[in-house]
T-cell receptor
């Protein structure tokens, strides 16, 4: 089964609004990463947050990690039409050695 | 996509034929990975390699084979034993062998088998 499960599966918002996506996982992790994928393209890395970190920022992106709840959230502030993409979380489990496990993704549509 | 190339972008094959997907990186990364993505799904790991001449099976290795003869190259062969080969295939690399680092992805190859 997938280690990371994103919620919601799909999200549609108006340009300028904030978008929040959540990721839950089952086992202890070393780090959690967020990636973005435009339709038919490769993935682009957004943020990596380690298990001893609680929050990280990068531009309009904010990622939080709550290891007690085994969950993470990705917030995109002041969204733009160009943010339309699928967003995936990926976890590096402590037991997996060096393999990332990807979730099924959240499809974000930002309406102009 | 910078630094990792995958070719071709689209590939069509007849059932029963083996096909090899190319992945090359010029980032001097030790680790390389192959993933499969089906429509509306996340990525599933096929094979990965942490060093030249060594590779490990991922979660869905059956019907696939790889080689790592050069640091820059990690080709994937989809054999006729793979029951459902039609998918989007993504290659990635990372600096560290431990996985405790970001991965860089290529643009992908969409394989269609009829």
């Amino acid at each position: 089964s997938q280690q990371g499960e994103e919620d919601p599966q799909a999200l549609s918002i108006q340009e300028g609004e904030n978008a929040t996506m959540n990721c839950s996982y089952k086992t202890s992790i070393n780090n959690l990463q967020w990636y973005r994928q435009n339709s038919g393209r490769g993935l682009v890395h957004l943020i990596l947050i380690r298990s001893n970190e609680r929050e990280k920022h990068s531009g309009r992106l904010r990622v939080t990690l709550d290891t007690s709840k085994k969950s993470s959230s990705l917030l995109i502030t002041a969204s733009r039409a160009a943010d339309t993409a699928s967003y995936f979380c990926a976890t590096l489990k402590k037991s997996s050695g060096d393999k990332l496990t990807f979730g099924t993704g959240t499809r974000l549509a930002v309406r102009p | 996509d910078g630094g990792i190339t995958q070719s071709p972008k689209y590939l069509f094959r007849k059932e029963g034929q083996n096909v090899t997907l190319s992945c090359e990186q010029n980032l001097n990364h030790d680790a390389m990975y192959w993933y499969r993505q089906d429509p509306g799904q996340g990525l599933r790991l096929i094979y990965y390699s942490q060093i030249v001449n060594d590779f490990q099976k991922g979660d869905i290795a059956e019907g696939y084979s790889v080689s790592r003869e050069k640091k820059e190259s990690f080709p994937l062969t989809v054999t006729s034993a793979q029951k459902n080969p039609t998918a989007f295939y993504l290659c990635a690399s990372s600096v560290q062998r431990t996985g405790n680092d970001r991965q860089y992805f290529g643009p992908g190859t969409r394989l269609t088998v009829t």
